[in-house]
Protein backbone atom coordinates (compact mmCIF):
# COMPACT_ATOMS: atom_id res chain seq x y z
CA UNK A 1 0.00 0.00 0.00
CA UNK A 2 1.08 3.65 -0.98
CA UNK A 3 1.82 6.36 1.93
CA UNK A 4 0.22 9.20 1.10
CA UNK A 5 2.01 11.47 3.78
CA UNK A 6 5.99 12.02 3.37
CA UNK A 7 5.89 12.85 -0.52
CA UNK A 8 9.29 12.07 -1.35
CA UNK A 9 10.41 14.47 -4.72
CA UNK A 10 13.53 13.53 -6.60
CA UNK A 11 14.99 16.11 -9.00
CA UNK A 12 17.14 14.29 -11.78
CA UNK A 13 16.62 11.09 -13.07
CA UNK A 14 19.81 10.17 -14.03
CA UNK A 15 21.32 6.77 -11.81
CA UNK A 16 21.22 8.06 -8.40
CA UNK A 17 17.57 9.44 -8.96
CA UNK A 18 16.41 6.54 -10.46
CA UNK A 19 17.47 4.08 -8.03
CA UNK A 20 16.60 5.83 -4.94
CA UNK A 21 13.52 6.63 -6.53
CA UNK A 22 12.77 2.69 -7.49
CA UNK A 23 13.99 1.69 -4.02
CA UNK A 24 11.73 4.31 -2.16
CA UNK A 25 8.98 3.30 -4.32
CA UNK A 26 9.20 -0.75 -3.82
CA UNK A 27 9.26 -0.23 -0.12
CA UNK A 28 5.59 1.80 0.17
CA UNK A 29 6.57 5.33 -0.57
CA UNK A 30 4.72 7.99 -2.60
CA UNK A 31 8.21 9.12 -5.16
CA UNK A 32 7.98 12.21 -7.73
CA UNK A 33 10.74 11.63 -9.90
CA UNK A 34 11.49 14.91 -12.11
CA UNK A 35 13.64 14.77 -15.19
CA UNK A 36 14.34 17.62 -17.79
CA UNK A 37 14.67 15.58 -20.72
CA UNK A 38 12.82 12.94 -22.35
CA UNK A 39 14.16 9.18 -21.74
CA UNK A 40 15.89 7.98 -23.73
CA UNK A 41 18.73 9.93 -24.65
CA UNK A 42 22.76 9.56 -24.32
CA UNK A 43 24.94 11.24 -22.08
CA UNK A 44 28.85 12.48 -21.86
CA UNK A 45 30.09 9.16 -19.87
CA UNK A 46 32.77 6.31 -20.00
CA UNK A 47 29.94 3.46 -19.58
CA UNK A 48 32.03 1.40 -17.92
CA UNK A 49 30.34 0.63 -14.42
CA UNK A 50 32.34 -0.86 -11.48
CA UNK A 51 31.45 -4.43 -10.21
CA UNK A 52 30.47 -3.30 -7.02
CA UNK A 53 26.94 -2.70 -8.12
CA UNK A 54 26.09 -5.89 -9.25
CA UNK A 55 24.77 -7.78 -6.21
CA UNK A 56 22.66 -4.36 -5.44
CA UNK A 57 21.06 -4.57 -8.73
CA UNK A 58 20.21 -7.98 -9.05
CA UNK A 59 18.85 -8.00 -5.26
CA UNK A 60 16.52 -5.02 -6.53
CA UNK A 61 16.03 -6.74 -9.38
CA UNK A 62 17.18 -3.94 -11.67
CA UNK A 63 20.15 -5.52 -13.26
CA UNK A 64 19.38 -5.48 -17.00
CA UNK A 65 19.90 -9.07 -17.58
CA UNK A 66 18.18 -8.72 -20.84
CA UNK A 67 21.46 -7.44 -22.70
CA UNK A 68 24.52 -9.28 -23.16
CA UNK A 69 26.90 -7.01 -21.58
CA UNK A 70 30.83 -7.26 -21.76
CA UNK A 71 32.68 -7.99 -18.74
CA UNK A 72 35.54 -6.30 -18.22
CA UNK A 73 38.71 -7.28 -16.18
CA UNK A 74 42.06 -5.91 -17.50
CA UNK A 75 43.01 -2.20 -17.23
CA UNK A 76 45.07 -0.97 -20.24
CA UNK A 77 46.80 2.52 -19.74
CA UNK A 78 49.10 4.51 -22.18
CA UNK A 79 51.39 7.55 -21.47
CA UNK A 80 50.96 10.40 -23.48
CA UNK A 81 53.62 9.00 -26.18
CA UNK A 82 51.81 5.54 -26.56
CA UNK A 83 53.45 3.32 -24.35
CA UNK A 84 51.40 0.99 -23.36
CA UNK A 85 50.75 -1.33 -19.42
CA UNK A 86 48.37 -3.94 -18.28
CA UNK A 87 47.15 -4.86 -15.65
CA UNK A 88 43.95 -6.96 -14.46
CA UNK A 89 41.53 -5.85 -12.85
CA UNK A 90 40.73 -7.77 -8.97
CA UNK A 91 37.09 -6.48 -8.72
CA UNK A 92 36.43 -5.73 -12.76
CA UNK A 93 33.77 -4.51 -14.26
CA UNK A 94 30.95 -4.05 -17.30
CA UNK A 95 30.40 -2.10 -20.13
CA UNK A 96 26.97 -0.79 -20.65
CA UNK A 97 25.42 2.50 -22.58
CA UNK A 98 23.72 5.35 -20.55
CA UNK A 99 21.14 5.05 -23.47
CA UNK A 100 19.78 1.89 -22.87
CA UNK A 101 21.01 1.55 -18.82
CA UNK A 102 18.75 5.01 -18.14
CA UNK A 103 15.90 4.09 -20.14
CA UNK A 104 15.46 0.29 -18.52
CA UNK A 105 15.60 1.76 -14.73
CA UNK A 106 13.13 4.31 -16.01
CA UNK A 107 10.86 1.44 -17.03
CA UNK A 108 11.27 -0.24 -13.50
CA UNK A 109 10.74 3.17 -12.21
CA UNK A 110 7.38 3.50 -13.51
CA UNK A 111 6.19 -0.63 -12.69
CA UNK A 112 7.21 0.17 -9.25
CA UNK A 113 5.40 3.17 -8.78
CA UNK A 114 7.40 6.33 -9.01
CA UNK A 115 5.14 9.03 -10.43
CA UNK A 116 7.63 10.13 -13.36
CA UNK A 117 7.89 13.99 -14.96
CA UNK A 118 10.13 14.41 -18.05
CA UNK A 119 10.44 17.17 -20.12
CA UNK A 120 9.88 19.33 -17.44
CA UNK A 121 12.75 20.96 -15.32
CA UNK A 122 12.88 22.20 -11.38
CA UNK A 123 13.58 25.72 -11.42
CA UNK A 124 13.63 26.50 -7.74
CA UNK A 125 13.31 24.59 -4.76
CA UNK A 126 12.62 26.79 -1.23
CA UNK A 127 12.35 24.57 2.41
CA UNK A 128 10.12 26.30 4.42
CA UNK A 129 10.98 25.88 8.58
CA UNK A 130 7.72 26.89 9.70
CA UNK A 131 5.55 24.16 7.50
CA UNK A 132 8.69 22.16 7.39
CA UNK A 133 7.76 21.32 3.67
CA UNK A 134 9.97 21.69 0.49
CA UNK A 135 7.96 23.50 -2.60
CA UNK A 136 9.18 23.42 -6.05
CA UNK A 137 8.78 25.75 -8.58
CA UNK A 138 8.93 23.93 -12.11
CA UNK A 139 9.55 25.17 -15.79
CA UNK A 140 5.99 25.06 -17.20
CA UNK A 141 5.36 27.53 -13.93
CA UNK A 142 3.35 24.94 -11.84
CA UNK A 143 4.72 24.52 -8.44
CA UNK A 144 4.76 21.46 -6.01
CA UNK A 145 4.78 20.80 -2.70
CA UNK A 146 6.90 17.75 -0.91
CA UNK A 147 8.18 16.75 2.68
CA UNK A 148 11.58 15.34 1.21
CA UNK A 149 13.60 16.09 -1.55
CA UNK A 150 16.67 14.04 -2.83
CA UNK A 151 18.79 16.49 -5.15
CA UNK A 152 19.85 13.65 -7.93
CA UNK A 153 20.07 16.30 -10.66
CA UNK A 154 23.71 16.01 -11.52
CA UNK A 155 27.12 17.77 -11.61
CA UNK A 156 26.08 21.14 -12.21
CA UNK A 157 22.56 22.39 -12.41
CA UNK A 158 20.59 26.08 -11.97
CA UNK A 159 19.45 25.05 -8.77
CA UNK A 160 23.48 24.86 -7.55
CA UNK A 161 23.40 28.61 -8.40
CA UNK A 162 19.81 28.91 -6.57
CA UNK A 163 21.87 27.50 -3.56
CA UNK A 164 24.18 29.31 -3.56
CA UNK A 165 26.57 26.03 -3.55
CA UNK A 166 30.22 27.45 -3.45
CA UNK A 167 32.05 25.13 -6.08
CA UNK A 168 29.18 26.54 -8.81
CA UNK A 169 31.07 29.93 -9.01
CA UNK A 170 34.32 28.12 -10.36
CA UNK A 171 34.90 28.04 -13.99
CA UNK A 172 36.57 24.80 -14.87
CA UNK A 173 39.17 23.94 -17.28
CA UNK A 174 37.74 20.77 -18.32
CA UNK A 175 35.35 19.75 -21.54
CA UNK A 176 34.16 15.93 -21.98
CA UNK A 177 33.42 14.63 -25.12
CA UNK A 178 31.64 11.15 -25.80
CA UNK A 179 31.41 8.91 -28.95
CA UNK A 180 30.05 5.12 -29.82
CA UNK A 181 32.38 3.23 -32.27
CA UNK A 182 32.33 0.23 -34.40
CA UNK A 183 36.23 -0.92 -34.15
CA UNK A 184 38.82 -3.70 -33.71
CA UNK A 185 39.52 -3.90 -29.99
CA UNK A 186 39.04 -6.46 -26.92
CA UNK A 187 36.16 -6.55 -24.98
CA UNK A 188 37.51 -7.11 -21.88
CA UNK A 189 39.65 -4.44 -21.21
CA UNK A 190 39.11 -0.90 -20.27
CA UNK A 191 41.65 1.47 -21.64
CA UNK A 192 42.95 4.79 -20.19
CA UNK A 193 45.07 6.47 -23.18
CA UNK A 194 47.07 9.95 -22.18
CA UNK A 195 46.90 12.89 -23.94
CA UNK A 196 48.47 16.66 -23.38
CA UNK A 197 45.75 17.96 -21.32
CA UNK A 198 44.01 15.32 -21.01
CA UNK A 199 42.76 11.61 -21.34
CA UNK A 200 40.47 9.29 -23.51
CA UNK A 201 38.68 5.82 -21.76
CA UNK A 202 37.54 3.12 -24.08
CA UNK A 203 35.90 -0.10 -23.31
CA UNK A 204 32.92 -2.68 -24.94
CA UNK A 205 29.19 -1.73 -24.14
CA UNK A 206 26.09 -3.84 -25.48
CA UNK A 207 25.75 -4.83 -29.36
CA UNK A 208 29.12 -4.94 -30.47
CA UNK A 209 30.06 -1.20 -29.71
CA UNK A 210 32.58 0.61 -28.07
CA UNK A 211 32.43 3.81 -26.12
CA UNK A 212 35.19 6.33 -26.38
CA UNK A 213 35.18 9.24 -23.89
CA UNK A 214 37.69 11.51 -23.33
CA UNK A 215 38.28 14.50 -20.66
CA UNK A 216 40.13 17.60 -22.23
CA UNK A 217 40.92 20.69 -21.86
CA UNK A 218 38.15 23.62 -22.70
CA UNK A 219 41.23 26.07 -23.19
CA UNK A 220 42.55 23.47 -26.02
CA UNK A 221 38.90 23.16 -27.32
CA UNK A 222 38.99 27.32 -27.57
CA UNK A 223 42.60 26.84 -28.73
CA UNK A 224 41.38 25.18 -32.22
CA UNK A 225 38.05 26.48 -32.76
CA UNK A 226 36.34 23.02 -32.73
CA UNK A 227 36.56 19.61 -31.47
CA UNK A 228 37.39 17.68 -34.44
CA UNK A 229 40.87 19.93 -35.13
CA UNK A 230 41.65 19.50 -31.43
CA UNK A 231 41.55 15.93 -31.67
CA UNK A 232 43.73 15.97 -34.72
CA UNK A 233 45.87 18.48 -32.90
CA UNK A 234 46.11 16.87 -29.67
CA UNK A 235 44.25 13.70 -29.04
CA UNK A 236 46.34 12.20 -32.23
CA UNK A 237 49.52 12.93 -31.20
CA UNK A 238 48.99 10.12 -29.36
CA UNK A 239 49.73 7.43 -31.87
CA UNK A 240 47.08 4.66 -30.17
CA UNK A 241 44.65 7.48 -30.62
CA UNK A 242 45.31 8.73 -34.04
CA UNK A 243 44.93 5.16 -35.33
CA UNK A 244 42.00 4.63 -33.06
CA UNK A 245 40.58 7.74 -34.84
CA UNK A 246 41.30 6.90 -38.41
CA UNK A 247 40.23 3.19 -38.25
CA UNK A 248 37.18 3.00 -36.72
CA UNK A 249 33.54 3.71 -37.47
CA UNK A 250 31.90 6.42 -35.41
CA UNK A 251 28.21 5.73 -35.07
CA UNK A 252 26.92 9.58 -34.03
CA UNK A 253 27.03 12.27 -36.47
CA UNK A 254 28.77 14.55 -33.78
CA UNK A 255 29.89 13.89 -30.59
CA UNK A 256 28.06 14.30 -27.34
CA UNK A 257 29.95 17.49 -25.27
CA UNK A 258 29.28 18.87 -22.12
CA UNK A 259 32.03 21.67 -20.20
CA UNK A 260 32.09 22.99 -17.16
CA UNK A 261 33.23 19.65 -14.78
CA UNK A 262 34.00 20.25 -11.64
CA UNK A 263 35.16 18.16 -9.09
CA UNK A 264 35.63 20.49 -6.20
CA UNK A 265 34.31 18.60 -2.67
CA UNK A 266 30.33 19.79 -1.84
CA UNK A 267 28.52 18.69 0.98
CA UNK A 268 26.17 15.52 1.00
CA UNK A 269 22.86 17.50 2.64
CA UNK A 270 22.59 21.43 1.85
CA UNK A 271 19.47 23.28 2.68
CA UNK A 272 17.78 19.97 3.82
CA UNK A 273 18.12 18.32 0.67
CA UNK A 274 19.46 14.83 0.79
CA UNK A 275 22.21 15.05 -2.72
CA UNK A 276 22.97 12.01 -4.00
CA UNK A 277 25.08 11.11 -7.18
CA UNK A 278 27.35 14.05 -8.62
CA UNK A 279 25.19 16.59 -7.04
CA UNK A 280 27.16 15.29 -3.73
CA UNK A 281 30.37 15.21 -5.68
CA UNK A 282 31.95 14.12 -9.02
CA UNK A 283 34.89 11.42 -8.93
CA UNK A 284 37.52 11.93 -11.19
CA UNK A 285 36.36 10.38 -14.51
CA UNK A 286 39.41 8.15 -14.73
CA UNK A 287 38.98 6.08 -11.35
CA UNK A 288 35.66 5.15 -13.51
CA UNK A 289 33.07 4.96 -10.28
CA UNK A 290 30.67 7.92 -10.47
CA UNK A 291 28.15 5.48 -11.72
CA UNK A 292 28.70 3.01 -9.35
CA UNK A 293 28.82 5.86 -6.42
CA UNK A 294 25.23 6.99 -7.73
CA UNK A 295 23.70 3.94 -7.62
CA UNK A 296 25.35 3.33 -3.98
CA UNK A 297 24.62 7.08 -2.83
CA UNK A 298 20.81 6.71 -4.30
CA UNK A 299 20.76 3.66 -2.16
CA UNK A 300 21.91 5.42 1.02
CA UNK A 301 19.82 8.34 0.50
CA UNK A 302 16.33 6.02 0.02
CA UNK A 303 17.77 3.75 3.79
CA UNK A 304 18.26 7.35 4.89
CA UNK A 305 14.85 8.13 4.48
CA UNK A 306 13.22 4.53 5.25
CA UNK A 307 15.23 4.30 8.52
CA UNK A 308 15.50 8.14 10.26
CA UNK A 309 12.50 8.67 12.19
CA UNK A 310 12.56 12.18 11.84
CA UNK A 311 14.24 14.83 9.36
CA UNK A 312 17.66 15.67 11.31
CA UNK A 313 17.78 12.06 11.94
CA UNK A 314 17.22 11.22 8.68
CA UNK A 315 20.08 13.93 7.07
CA UNK A 316 22.62 12.96 10.09
CA UNK A 317 22.07 8.93 8.78
CA UNK A 318 22.51 10.06 5.32
CA UNK A 319 25.32 12.80 5.60
CA UNK A 320 27.36 9.99 8.30
CA UNK A 321 26.84 7.06 6.02
CA UNK A 322 27.41 9.51 2.64
CA UNK A 323 31.03 10.97 4.32
CA UNK A 324 31.99 7.18 5.37
CA UNK A 325 31.56 5.30 1.60
CA UNK A 326 32.38 8.18 -0.54
CA UNK A 327 34.45 11.42 0.91
CA UNK A 328 38.16 9.39 0.90
CA UNK A 329 37.50 8.17 -3.04
CA UNK A 330 36.83 11.67 -3.99
CA UNK A 331 39.97 12.93 -2.36
CA UNK A 332 42.91 10.04 -3.56
CA UNK A 333 40.93 10.71 -7.11
CA UNK A 334 41.32 14.32 -7.16
CA UNK A 335 45.06 13.57 -6.30
CA UNK A 336 45.38 10.73 -8.61
CA UNK A 337 44.42 12.96 -11.56
CA UNK A 338 47.62 14.61 -11.44
CA UNK A 339 49.26 11.74 -13.28
CA UNK A 340 47.50 12.21 -15.87
CA UNK A 341 47.60 14.32 -19.40
CA UNK A 342 51.20 15.70 -19.00
CA UNK A 343 53.97 13.70 -20.70
CA UNK A 344 56.33 13.81 -17.63
CA UNK A 345 53.94 12.74 -15.36
CA UNK A 346 52.03 9.99 -17.32
CA UNK A 347 55.26 8.30 -18.28
CA UNK A 348 55.85 8.10 -14.47
CA UNK A 349 52.43 6.86 -14.00
CA UNK A 350 53.02 4.48 -16.49
CA UNK A 351 56.66 2.99 -15.17
CA UNK A 352 54.64 2.93 -11.97
CA UNK A 353 51.96 0.50 -13.28
CA UNK A 354 54.40 -1.29 -15.25
CA UNK A 355 56.85 -1.69 -11.85
CA UNK A 356 55.04 -1.80 -8.94
CA UNK A 357 51.33 -3.05 -10.02
CA UNK A 358 50.29 -4.01 -6.65
CA UNK A 359 50.95 -0.57 -5.81
CA UNK A 360 48.59 0.64 -8.83
CA UNK A 361 45.68 -2.07 -7.64
CA UNK A 362 46.10 -0.07 -4.25
CA UNK A 363 45.30 2.94 -6.07
CA UNK A 364 42.45 0.88 -7.98
CA UNK A 365 41.21 -0.29 -5.06
CA UNK A 366 40.84 2.77 -2.86
CA UNK A 367 39.19 4.57 -5.37
CA UNK A 368 36.26 2.09 -5.42
CA UNK A 369 33.70 0.72 -2.89
CA UNK A 370 33.41 -3.45 -2.18
CA UNK A 371 30.19 -4.97 -3.16
CA UNK A 372 27.09 -4.02 -1.43
C1 LIG B 1 34.03 12.44 -19.25
C2 LIG B 1 33.38 11.56 -18.21
C3 LIG B 1 33.54 10.18 -18.27
C4 LIG B 1 32.97 9.36 -17.28
N1 LIG B 1 33.15 8.00 -17.36
C5 LIG B 1 32.64 7.20 -16.38
C6 LIG B 1 32.83 5.79 -16.43
O1 LIG B 1 33.38 5.21 -17.37
N2 LIG B 1 32.34 5.05 -15.39
C7 LIG B 1 31.68 5.61 -14.35
O2 LIG B 1 31.26 4.88 -13.43
N3 LIG B 1 31.46 6.96 -14.29
C8 LIG B 1 31.92 7.76 -15.29
N4 LIG B 1 31.69 9.10 -15.24
C9 LIG B 1 30.88 9.65 -14.14
C10 LIG B 1 29.39 9.37 -14.33
O3 LIG B 1 28.98 9.73 -15.62
C11 LIG B 1 28.59 10.16 -13.29
O4 LIG B 1 29.20 10.04 -12.03
C12 LIG B 1 27.15 9.66 -13.21
O5 LIG B 1 26.50 9.85 -14.45
C13 LIG B 1 26.39 10.40 -12.13
O6 LIG B 1 25.02 10.05 -12.15
P1 LIG B 1 23.95 11.03 -11.52
O7 LIG B 1 22.69 10.27 -11.44
O8 LIG B 1 24.49 11.65 -10.30
O9 LIG B 1 23.85 12.25 -12.55
P2 LIG B 1 23.41 12.28 -14.07
O10 LIG B 1 23.55 10.97 -14.70
O11 LIG B 1 24.14 13.44 -14.67
O12 LIG B 1 21.86 12.62 -13.99
C14 LIG B 1 21.37 13.85 -13.55
C15 LIG B 1 20.03 14.11 -14.23
O13 LIG B 1 19.40 15.27 -13.67
C16 LIG B 1 18.74 15.97 -14.70
N5 LIG B 1 18.58 17.36 -14.23
C17 LIG B 1 19.56 18.28 -14.03
N6 LIG B 1 19.02 19.43 -13.55
C18 LIG B 1 17.69 19.21 -13.42
C19 LIG B 1 16.61 20.00 -12.98
N7 LIG B 1 16.81 21.26 -12.54
N8 LIG B 1 15.35 19.47 -13.02
C20 LIG B 1 15.15 18.20 -13.46
N9 LIG B 1 16.16 17.40 -13.89
C21 LIG B 1 17.39 17.89 -13.87
C22 LIG B 1 19.66 15.81 -15.90
O14 LIG B 1 18.96 15.98 -17.12
C23 LIG B 1 20.17 14.39 -15.71
O15 LIG B 1 19.40 13.45 -16.43
C24 LIG B 1 32.23 9.94 -16.22
C25 LIG B 1 32.04 11.34 -16.19
C26 LIG B 1 32.61 12.14 -17.16
C27 LIG B 1 32.39 13.62 -17.07
Not at 88 to 114: H, M, P
Not at 132 to 152: P, R
Not at 168 to 177: A, L
Not at 329 to 351: E, M, T
Request: proline letters at 3%; a positive charge.
Amino acid sequence: MKETKNKVIVIGGGLAGLVSSILLAKRGKDVLLIEKKTYPFHRVCGEYISNEVLDFLKREAIYPDFLEMPSISRFEFSDTKGQKVRISLDLGGFGISRYVLDEWLYQKAKFFGVEVLTGIQVSTVDFDEKTDKFSLSLSDHSVLEGDYVIGAYGKRSKLDLTLKRPFIQQRSPFIGVKYHLKMDFVRDTVALYNFAGGYCGINAIEEGKFNLCYLGSREQLRKFGSVEEMERQVLWKNPILARIFRESEFLFEKPEVINEINFEPKKPVENHILMAGDAAGLITPLCGNGMAMAIHSGKLAGEALLSGQNRSEIESIYAQSWNAEFRQRLWIGRKVQRLFGAKGVSVFARNLIQHLPFFAKQIIKNTHGKPF
